[in-house]
């Protein structure tokens, strides 16, 4: 295929589309390779880094997103009227950074990791705001939704993938666990026999 034409339909697609497309999806579309696509992507990505252009493209994992550019937020706010901003209680941040973590990870899971608290309504706020969604359901009685983070999960927090989460330092993790346990007043790891 042609080169322009190739740029011209995988721009189509990312604008049409609106979110992130999977590289391979777009190989598969154009029926290039995903070494033309590659090109294709490099091409763009090159000509809307030019001042004039008011789109970007970015990379989500081995996706592919067209959006517009930060700085010219302030214009797109005037047209849509101030899009609601959305923001978290600290509930909702603890229980968003469990999942990005564990993910995918149970409610139940998510629960006991906070100390059996409630986590039902900052799940679902999660859910609504698109940060996190179903994964699947866990292999076990009752078959519990299994939850992980979305491509919006990433945008907002500006990564690309779950790699450029922070490290956890396993030495402020161990301080952490020894203070949940004294808070707790029993081991993380100790299990409890019940007889039936």
Known sequence: ???????????????????????SRLA????????????ALKALKEKYSAAESGLMLI????????????????Y???VAKAPKN???????IETLSIIAYKQPVT???IEHIRGGVDCSHAVNRLLEYGLVEEKGRLNAPGRPILFGTTDVFLRSFGME??????KLD???????????ELEAGESLNETVNVDI
């Open 107 to 109: 409610r139940l899971e």
């Open 76 to 78: 797109l706010v005037k």
């Open 170 to 180: 396993s030495d402020r993790m161990e301080d952490f666990r020894e203070q949940a």
């Open 59 to 74: 990379v989500i994992d081995d996706a592919v997103q067209l959006c517009t550019k930060s700085e010219l937020f302030e």
């Open 28 to 39: 598969e579309v154009t029926e290039s390779s995903a070494e033309e696509v590659e090109e």
């Open 86 to 92: 959305y923001t978290l209680s600290d509930t909702a």
């Open 1 to 23: 295929m042609i080169k322009e034409k190739l740029e011209a339909i995988i721009e189509a697609v990312l604008f049409t589309m609106g979110s992130a497309v999977e590289k």
């Open 161 to 166: 993938s779950l790699d450029d989460l922070p």
